[in-house]
């Protein structure tokens, strides 16, 4: 899936639409989708100036975005432009190493349940291999009003 059609199920724009690709979506079961981090993105004048890591909340984001897409592909229901995704909540966050510029943030999400419209998801973000950061996602799809 390329950021055009990852465009047609997301909501976010720049700065926050934060996967670029995704590698792998089996409908029902996982994801594997990439986040380019590069150093013209705009929190890191001030996180930090002299040693840029990239804010933990934008890995879960950026997790949470990656399970948004494996939710509208999974759902049964007719997901379309008026469909959106919330986030519903985190559990057991780690944040394992920093994530800088120049790293490909790789994400990884698996479902572990949905039940009367709430998913769940197990996450997890390496780069090059090494875990950075693991939680429990979840997620709804509503239609705006």
């Known amino acids: 899936m390329n950021i055009t059609e990852i465009m047609r199920h997301l909501p976010h724009r720049y700065p926050f639409l934060l996967v670029d690709r995704v590698e792998e979506l089996v409908p029902g079961e996982r994801i594997v989708a990439i986040k380019n981090v590069t150093m013209n993105e705009p929190h890191f004048p001030g996180h930090f100036p002299q040693h840029p890591i990239m804010p ?15 939710a509208f592909q999974s759902s049964g229901d007719a997901v379309d432009q008026d469909t959106v ?16 510029p120049g790293d490909r943030l790789v994400l990884e999400c698996s479902i572990l349940a949905n039940k009367r419209g709430i998913w769940k998801f197990a996450a997890k973000a390496t780069v090059d291999g090494q875990l950075a950061t693991e939680a429990e996602l979840m997620c709804t799809l509503k239609k705006l009003d």
Do not use: H, S
């Open 85 to 100: 995704v919330y986030f519903a909540g985190i559990d057991g966050a780690r944040f394992k190493r920093p994530v800088v």
């Open 56 to 70: 933990g909340v934008l890995i879960i984001e950026a997790m949470a975005q990656a399970a948004g897409l494996l």
